[in-house]
């Protein structure tokens, strides 16, 4: 019998992890009552979603008394856990979970976790293509497509779980203890939820800290907040870096274990299982040195699993990228439309930037403010962009801190932003849409704004 069944659950926040788990409690024959700020009409998907299911909705507020009656709350990770309704269920010592803490509790496969501020979605999907080309069922989900909680739901039986974890959906984890765990890399980011950037760090750090002496720990050694975690790591170390370890000291390339960037030859190099492998890039699709760090972290990731050489390499070879991450949309009249919507911060704008040599940027950006510092953008725009669109929320923000950098608009609507970059644009120029900032003040999710972006330049 489920240890859930006639128990008062309280499901907080209902998008897509919300659904999952009203769906999940409901065939445990929990009493499941549902709870959004959001009005009924906003949520009709999720509604929809969850017909025939014995649940009780309360929209537009949350009610105290229904915290307080709850005997579970699990939380959906947009919800900061510093609303005042849960801080009275503490209080009261009513037990509060995260979706992916529910999850894991009843996944009994080997979980690969995958965290950092940018390139989590583009390691995940690598990772995932990786296993499958080596035979293995996997199930991909989390922060990328499908909630965790799907997995149970679904009844699907994969011998890898794959999970993109956000800031967000590690705050209330203590159960999960991955085989793997990955750290792409940290920079600013959700200041206007965590405050400070050491917040931030520290909720990041979370899969660091149930990580066990059985766990593969698998850190960007380039990046200095995530390289210094391996001073409270206990799981297994394994590196990568775009630097020869040979380069980085004597003492690190003896004990080196992970995978590096031979800049001589091109080439990755692994070095997970003792012996060199050799990684050929010359039919990698993906654009940028970042896309190369993800390459490397989904190797380490993928030889410490097992997989076999031959099916990376395949992957290296075939792999076409995410949608909504440098993604190509169209050439028209001799323009280039990439569509980077996934570029929600500012670091991710940086690699973005970079990953274009010659020809002069178009950028589109702005929208809802994170709390963010847009002045170390000031000098990428300086040299790459001809032209900056501005747009949003956080358009006059963007504006004082790079304006006086390039030719900059601000305008109103998405629709200008995209028309007005296509009329300044000339044979040769690229229009890139890399936001820079959440999507929230203009659409539900930057897939949303992706996708919105897509079919406007396919209009043009």
Request: aromatic share 10%; net charge positive; charged share 25%.
């Amino acid at each position: 019998m489920s240890k859930y069944k006639g128990k008062k659950v309280l499901v907080v926040g209902f998008g897509v992890s919300g659904v999952a788990v009203a769906k999940y409690m409901a065939k445990q024959g929990a009493k499941v009552t549902v709870v959004d700020s959001k009005q009924k009409t906003d949520l009709a998907e999720s509604v929809h979603a969850c017909e025939g299911l014995k649940l009780e909705y309360e929209f537009g507020k949350h009610n105290p008394k229904t915290f307080h009656s709850a005997e579970l709350i699990v939380v959906s990770p947009g919800i900061p856990l510093n609303i005042k309704p849960l801080e009275e269920a503490r209080e009261k010592h009513i037990p509060i979970m995260s979706e992916i803490e529910l999850a894991v509790t009843g996944i009994k496969e080997p979980i690969v976790a995958v965290t950092g501020t940018n390139g989590k979605t583009t390691t995940t999907a690598l990772i995932g293509e990786m296993f499958k080309a080596d035979g293995r069922s996997v199930f991909v989900g989390g922060n990328i497509g499908k909630p965790l909680t799907d997995y149970l739901n679904e009844g699907q039986k994969a011998s890898v779980v794959v999970a993109e974890l956000s800031s967000f959906q590690l705050e209330l984890t203590d159960k999960l203890i991955p085989a793997a765990a990955v750290f792409t890399n940290l920079e600013e980011d959700h200041l206007d939820r965590y405050g400070d950037f050491q917040s931030y760090v520290n909720a990041k750090k979370r899969l660091l800290k149930v990580c066990d002496k059985n766990s593969f720990v698998i850190l960007n050694h380039d990046c200095a907040h995530i390289s210094r975690f391996s001073e409270e790591n206990v799981g297994k170390l394994m590196w990568f870096t775009k630097r020869n370890p040979s380069s980085i000291g004597e003492a690190f390339s003896e004990d080196f274990v992970g995978v590096y960037w031979d800049s001589k030859t091109k080439r990755i190099v692994s070095k997970v299982t003792g012996k060199e492998e050799f990684y050929d890039l010359s039919q990698f699709k993906l654009f940028g040195e970042h896309n190369r760090e993800n390459l490397m972290a989904a190797i380490s990731t993928a030889r410490a699993m097992g997989v076999d050489p031959k099916a990376i390499q395949s992957v290296i070879n075939t792999f076409k990228g995410v949608p909504h991450r440098l993604e190509f949309i169209r050439k028209k009249d001799g323009v280039f439309f990439f569509n980077d919507s996934k570029g929600t911060n500012v670091m991710s704008v940086q690699k973005s930037l970079a990953a274009f040599s010659a020809n002069p940027i178009i950028l589109i950006a702005g929208g809802k403010d994170k709390g963010t510092d847009f002045t170390p953008l000031a000098d990428l725009v300086s040299k790459k962009c001809k032209i900056l669109i501005l747009l949003g929320e956080a358009k006059e923000k963007m504006n004082r801190a790079m304006g006086d950098f390039a030719e900059t608009y601000l305008v109103g609507t998405f629709e200008e932003a995209v028309l007005l970059a296509y009329q300044k644009s000339r044979s040769g120029d690229i229009i890139l849409l890399s936001p820079g900032c959440a999507s929230y003040d203009m659409f539900k999710n930057y897939e949303e704004r992706g996708q919105y972006f897509r079919k406007l330049v396919s209009q043009l």
